[in-house]
């Protein structure tokens, strides 16, 4: 009895971190969006805003911006490029994007030269969705190879 609550209780706070997420999949890219708007700057978006557990659930919560970016390639986004960080974004000029990543740092390979990468292609303007290391989910995505416990663009 006593574990089958826990159990409840853990799912439960597990669901309401994945509405966490969707929301927050949302407000950052409102600003990374408002971001490039203002600035002028193209938008790459950095994870495929329909793949993953969350876009399943509970639909895409931020759009494919000016290039979209992923593993996958992005297949139902206008303008993509398929590859996994840090390579494929060679081409890309230096502080020349608003950059909006939706965890994806936690798969890479080459985590270090995946952030200077896109340190260098977004300068000040990254906007970093992480899974939230307090949560059940961080420790068992999928693939992942780590969790992130801050944001390596501060």
Known sequence: MKVSIIVAVVIVYEVLC???????RSEVYKCAYERAE?????LLVVGDPHNGIGSGIHGAAYG???????LTGCPQCPSARKNALPRGMEDLPDDSHVIFISYVL??????????????RIGGDDIYLLR??????TAL???GAKR????????
């Open 64 to 70: 494919c911006g000016d290039l979209c970016f992923d």
């Open 131 to 136: 899974v939230q290391p307090w949560c059940l």
């Open 147 to 154: 969790v992130l416990y801050s944001d390596p663009f501060c």
């Open 106 to 119: 936690e798969y890479v390979d080459d985590y270090d030269e995946s952030v200077q990468e896109l340190k």
């Open 38 to 42: 203002e600035t002028g700057k193209p």
């Open 18 to 24: 994945s509405f966490q997420r969707q929301h927050l």
């Open 140 to 142: 068992l995505y999928p």
